[in-house]
């Protein structure tokens, strides 16, 4: 057994060897109270034992013999990693299973920070102002923060932010784009009510994104942009929340291609996105990439039952190969693509594919073969939290609102199940892209955990498509499905 007194080592072997033999000591630890093989390992004490994380699963790397900058890459990233998942180096306090708690009063400090005022140098930053509301707001709702103290800023914020031809830029007199209107419409809902709701302008928002909409049956991010699986998702994100009309208005261009719903080609683009690896890209021809599968598996799970729509238009098994072999081991957390390194945010846009998935399979029980659920919390919990407050791409990467907000919506959706229901009867969810309304609102999933519940660790639950809080999403589509016309 390596010298626990001993400088970390250089060398990834050598310092897998030491995880792996401390692996064996903490399993023993933990098998049998009065082990005499534990007698031999010498005293344990009491502060190594509080120090100690919880690594009885941290299992070895997959190596390929053959040395390649990439294999490079992932040895540095697990020197990084490994300290992490097998101590405490952040001296966080633990819980039952040994691992940190979620930090949540630092990680509301440090969001509430972020929605703070920026020094002039983040000019620059602008144009993403949209996001960082989104992305802040949604980590302070996930942490059960109560963001009703910004109702008004958001609302003020993006009524300046709206164009006047319909959607919305990155701040006043910005053209307007879809990814900053998807960040809009969400943060609006978030905060909710009337005033915010009756801000946004359905009408030009539909006539809008009408412009998006492309003879091939994809969608544009503006106007002339680039055509990717964000458009689709956004739209139909839009479209779904606002309940607009799912023919395509007279003047968008789409109609001179023999298209008359935002619907016609769209499943069959999504298809061309699927490539050989079995991900998702961008767009047709392009690499299989995490935050593209989410932006894809979203769309269809709003195009109609994912029973539906993903079988019909997606290759599942080959999809379940590519989500899986996405989550690392042994640092329990996901990277984006093949070969790449794992990285906090694809908690969530890996790990949040895993909600539409379960639905389009006959399970109605969560699965624990998929995905290792706990190996993802594991990753959050001791790998994710910034000292100081904030979530991390990877220790010792700087927190932002954007890891913040995807380590946490991945923490949520490993510590949730959500079943589809295509005869729920519920006072939602009549009329056009009605499937997001029909998910049961989740029970806590029992299976194996690292995170404890009953002391704080504890994320809320997050609807699976629109990634904000699961009571404002029937609010919002609530009230617009009461209105008549725009
Ligand atoms: C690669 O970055 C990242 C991308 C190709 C995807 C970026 C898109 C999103 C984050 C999501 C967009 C979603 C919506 C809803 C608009 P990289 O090469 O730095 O990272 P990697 O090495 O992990 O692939
Ligand atoms: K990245």
Known sequence: MADPGAPSSTTPSSRLDEILSAEDRVEELSDSENNSEYEDMGPVTEEELANTAYIKSVTSPIRDALQTETSKARDETLEVVLPFLESNPNEFELNIFRLPKLQRAKHVQFLKNALGDYPSQFAMMDAARPWLLYWSLQGLTALSYDISEYQERVIHTFSSAQHPTGGYGGGFGQLPHLAPTYAAILSLVMVGGRSAYDSIDRKTMWHYLGRMKQADGGFTMSPGGEEDIRGAFCALVIMSLLNLPLELPPDSPARGHGHSTF????????????????????????????????????????????????????????????????????????????????????????????????????????????????????????????????????????????????????????????????????????????????????????????????????????????????????????YFEGKEGF
């Not at 790449?340 to 909600?355: A, E, T």
């Not at 029980?365 to 790998?383: D, K, M, Q, V």
């Not at 000292?387 to 890891?403: E, I, M, S, T």
């Not at 907000?405 to 009329?431: R, V």
Request: proline share 5%; with cysteine.
């Open 263 to 478: 619907l016609d080609n769209l499943g069959d683009w999504v298809s061309r996105c699927q490539t050989y690896e079995g991900g998702i890209s961008a767009a047709p021809g392009n690499e299989a990439h995490g935050a593209y599968a989410f932006c894809g598996l979203g769309c269809l799970s709003i195009m109609g039952p994912p029973k539906e729509t993903l079988n019909k238009h997606l290759n599942i098994p080959l999809l379940i190969h590519w989500l899986s072999s996405r989550q690392c081991a042994p640092e329990g957390g996901y990277n984006g693509r093949t070969n790449k390194l794992v990285d906090g945010c694809y908690s969530h846009w890996i790990g949040g594919c895993w909600s539409l998935i379960e639905a389009s399979t006959s399970s109605a029980t969560p699965s624990t073969s998929l995905w290792n659920r706990s190996a993802l919390g594991r990753y959050i919990l001791s790998a994710a939290q910034f000292k100081k407050g904030g979530l991390v791409d990877k220790p010792g990467k700087r927190p932002d609102a954007y890891h913040s907000c995807y380590n946490l919506a991945g923490l949520s959706a490993a510590q949730h199940f959500y079943g589809f229901d295509e005869d729920m009867e519920g006072e939602i969810g009549k009329g056009d892209l009605n499937a997001p309304y029909h998910w049961k609102k989740g029970v806590l999933y029992e299976g194996e955990k690292v995170w404890d519940e009953e002391e704080g660790d504890a994320v809320e639950k997050i609807h699976p498509v629109f990634v904000i809080p699961w009571d404002k999403v029937e609010e919002c589509r609530g």
